[in-house]
Each structure stands twice: as C-alpha cells, then as structure tokens.
C-alpha cells in the first residue's frame, strides 16, 4: 500500500512536469507522438509474437490481438502522416490531430477490452498489460498538449 | 522523452526480466529507441516512425496469416 502510494505521487508529479513540458511546439509534440507510439506498436507487435511462439497466448487469440494492433498501425500511418503535412499550429490543424488520436485510442480501448485473459501466463498477462499502458500514456499526454494553449 | 512514456516502458522491462526468454530485448529495443528520440530532427522522427510502420504491418499480416484457422 505504501509503495503504491508513493507510485501514484510520484505519478502525479510527473504528469504535471510532462504538462508544462507540452508547451513548447505542438507539432513537434505531435510528430513525436506519432513516433512514440509507432515505437510502442513495434514492442506490442514483437511482444505478441513472441508469446504466441513461446506457447504463452493460443492461436486463436493471437489472431485477434494481431487484427485490433494492425488497426492501431493503420491508425498511426494516418496520424503520421497528418503529423508530417503540418505545417502551422492552428485550431483546424489541432483539430484534425486530435480527431485521428481517437481513431488510434479506439483501436487501444479494443486492445484493452479484448483484455489479457488469453494469456495464460500471468508474467506474459503483465508484460502485455504494460505495452497497453504505455500506448495509453503516449495517447493521453499528446492530447492534453493539443488541447491546451500555446 | 515523456517521463510517463519512460514510467511505462521501464514497467514493460521490469515485467520482461522476469519472463526473460526474447521479451526483454524487445523492451530495452523500446526503450533506447524512445531515449534516442529528442535528439532527432522532425523528418527523422518522421521517416522513422513511417519505416517501423511498414515492418509492423508486414509483421501483423504474416502473424495473421500464420494463426489463421
């Protein structure tokens, strides 16, 4: 309980020093966005593919999970995309982000709702669990840096 | 790089080095490449970003097809 504690406020300050870090070049942010998660896509794809091979996760799941990641890969092609094209920070260009992150943030909550219980091993559970929350972090930290001010 | 992008990550190398086996590379792959990240120029963020996603669809399509009953 302790530990947790002292995780979620160190979470907490965090998450107010990456806000203030946000203010500088929204389209930066965004193209690092894309990047990050991009990078992250890669590990879970990887990580997938590498518990399906171990024996870890059965065919059938691995199916699954692998058709909702190629919806978060085709999602991110767009946004990075859209990130390259940009070339002023307006509200129309803000707006235009934002909108394709939750295209890519609904095919993670598809990820997520697909959920980890056709893992069988509770490391592997784990290890998948935090690819998601990592795709989540680069998610929620770009869209509070488009919605907020210059 | 964002201090929660590397919270997370550092939690997927914690959980990797227990299962050890290939996961563990995977994520420290991940992490070198997020670290690298602010010192790249926005057209190599760009390109690079773009070169992982064409390997990642490749890869999905040839696990989809592997797994496909």
Known sequence: MFNSQIHKSTLAVLIMLSLLAC???????????AHRIQVVTDAAVDTTTTLYHDGVID????????HILLKVNDGNRVLINKAEAATAD???VRADLLAQLRVVESAVKELKDAGVLGIKSKNGSLAFESAINALDSSIAIIQ??????K | ?????I?????????????GGEILPIALRAYAALKAESGM??????????KLNDE?????KALIAETAS
Not at chain 1, 23 to 33: I, P, T, V
Not at chain 2, 1 to 5: D, E, G
Not at chain 2, 9 to 18: G, P, S, V
Not at chain 2, 41 to 50: C, G, M, R, V, W
């Open chain 2, 7 to 19: 919270i997370a990550i550092l939690e997927l190398i914690n959980k990797a080095i227990k299962i």
């Open chain 2, 1 to 5: 790089m964002n201090p929660l992008t």
């Open chain 2, 41 to 50: 120029s926005d057209e190599q963020l760009i390109a690079e970003a773009k």
């Open chain 1, 59 to 66: 065919k059938e799941y691995t199916n699954k999970i692998a």
């Open chain 1, 23 to 33: 203010g500088a070049g929204k389209l930066r942010q965004a193209r690092k966005a």
């Open chain 1, 90 to 92: 307006t509200p129309g």
């Open chain 1, 144 to 149: 509070a840096a488009l919605s907020g001010g």
């Open chain 2, 56 to 60: 990642d669809a490749a890869k999905l």
